[in-house]
């Protein structure tokens, strides 16, 4: 069973920067797409980001612009390089294959103040 796990959350001002990255136990060509999803306070978690294996690439309106993700395929690796951060980004973001197919990881924090 492949296990995901979350970093590089931390607290930032508007306008900052983070890069998140999610590292696969296994391959991640185990997926047919990996996602960035993430859940605010009393909010129901939401899809971010995706990338297929191809490297075709989704974002949701919200971030679009502002937010990146990548992959690297010899690590295992997602990234979600997110720029121009808001107080509306402040959430537990994770990732996992879209549609979610692996038990969700801990998740890393990302806060912005205003």
């Known amino acids: 069973q492949v296990q995901l796990v979350e970093s590089g959350g931390g607290s930032v001002q508007a306008g900052g920067s983070l890069r998140l990255s999610c590292v696969a136990s296994g391959s991640i060509f185990s997926f047919n797409a990996m996602a960035w999803y993430r859940q605010a306070p009393g909010k129901q978690r939401e899809l971010v980001a995706s990338?297929?294996?191809?490297?075709?690439?989704n974002y949701a309106d919200s971030v679009k612009g502002r937010f990146t993700i990548s992959r690297d395929n010899a690590k295992n690796t997602v990234y979600l390089q997110m720029n121009s951060l808001k107080p509306e980004d402040t959430a537990v973001y994770y990732c996992?294959?879209?549609?979610?197919?692996?038990?969700w990881g801990q998740g890393t924090q990302v806060t912005v103040s205003s």
């Open positions: 990338i297929t294996r191809g490297g075709s690439k």
């Open positions: 996992n294959g879209l549609p979610p197919s692996r038990p």
